[in-house]
């Protein structure tokens, strides 16, 4: 197994933390990596960290947690799909480290941290993030929460991932089928996994499959990080495999049910 493939794999949300700062090594690390973290839409998305005492923040899922990361990204067109996709990365190079995360997108007092993270009118903060070390033991909410929502569990590939038409399912080959399980194991909020990729022509088509109530004015489209997420994943399963992924935004009018949209294509050489 590789080693993007080990991190994806083993990554999981963890909202209870062991309530010792991250080591200046770690935070100095994080400080850097955060000042430009690409994606493929070339809009930036712009990351700070923020102390938890100081400026009054938690969320009442999280224990333990010293410190946040709160991204910011300007109001357009892609700009919650780029704010995942950079989000994504940095949640993975966290893991790398031995730093939790998990996205946090509805259970906190948003006013707190948008105040907290300056932010400024035109711009908006879809999610934040605790960063941390697990602690030993996951609290009891924590365990709760995760059995509510199946997050050990995901939707089988046959109905995620297709082939020249919705609903037909998908027979990858190997290394495909290694980039569709980097996917499959994605976070998502309430880990609803709206991805769908249809493959045609030569190229993999990213579509949203949307449930209702992800959409609000401060967050954009919650839906559309989670496929910001599924992209990166793809994308940099891709680059390890030693490929080069191109990512293009032109709609192939495959015909798709009305609750999907599509958003990406991904080809591949
Ligand atoms: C866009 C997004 C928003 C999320 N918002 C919340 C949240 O508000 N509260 C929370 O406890 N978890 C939140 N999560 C975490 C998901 O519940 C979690 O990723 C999912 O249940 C799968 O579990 P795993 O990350 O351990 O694989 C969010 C995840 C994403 C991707």
Known sequence: ??????????????????????????????EEFIKDIPNPFGIPVSFLLLDAKEHGLSSPVLSGEEL?????????????????????RLVLHAWELGIGTVLIGGTMKREVFERAAGLQEGEMMPCVSPLGYPAAKRSLKESMMRKGVGADTR????????????????NPSDEIAELLELVHWAPSAVNKQPWRILFRDGAFH????????????????LQKIDIGIALCHFVMGAESQGKTAKVTVADPCIRIPQDAEYIASVALS
């Open 1 to 30: 197994m590789g080693k993007l493939t080990e991190t994806i794999m083993s990554r999981k949300s963890v909202r209870t933390y062991d309530g010792k700062p991250l080591k200046e090594e770690h935070k100095k690390g994080l």
């Open 68 to 88: 946040y990361v709160v991204g910011k990204v300007e109001k357009k067109p892609y700009a919650d799909v780029a704010f995942g996709y950079s989000f994504e």
């Open 155 to 170: 939707i089988s590939g046959d109905k995620l991932f297709f082939d020249g038409e919705w609903g037909r399912a998908l």
């Open 206 to 221: 990213f579509y949203e499959k949307k449930d209702a109530g992800y959409v609000h004015e401060s967050t954009g489209d």
